[in-house]
């Protein structure tokens, strides 16, 4: 099953029913979390003394928070799905480009985080003080 679902072997499908496949279940997974309580969310805001700007507390808070989690959810798994896509479309590519060295996306994304954070303390915007 591994040889078949793997874009490098020609014995398994094309790369693409790979890509697909892999894509959809990163949404899918990332859709079912197991911290689904906007029940005991609403009811810690309201011991708190917290409440929502135009939401009235109780039902209608849970009902809102549910809703909120739900598109959350669905955007951020469509989001992640493509990110997690494309950085496995761009690894496949330079691994055969680059006779099989590749540089990872999530190394990518903390040589970016990194310089940016030194580009803002550069110019001042962060103080140690």
Not at 38 to 64: D, Q
Not at 92 to 103: Q, V
Request: aromatic residues 16%; positive net charge.
């Amino acid at each position: 099953m591994v040889i078949v679902l793997n874009p490098e072997s020609s014995l398994g499908a094309a790369p693409w029913v790979y890509y697909t496949i892999y894509a959809f279940f990163v949404f899918v997974f990332n859709i079912f979390d197991i911290a689904n309580m906007p029940k005991e969310i609403a009811e810690y805001l309201n011991k708190m003394g917290a409440r929502i700007p135009n939401v009235k507390p109780g039902n209608a808070t849970v009902e809102y928070l549910a809703k909120v989690q739900a598109s959350t959810r669905f955007w951020g798994g469509l989001l992640l799905s493509v990110l997690a896509t494309s950085s496995t479309i761009l690894d496949h590519y330079l691994r055969k480009r680059n006779d099989g060295f590749s540089i990872g996306f999530t190394s990518v994304l903390i040589i970016v985080s990194a310089y940016e954070i030194a580009y803002f303390f550069k110019r001042g915007c962060f103080r140690l003080d």
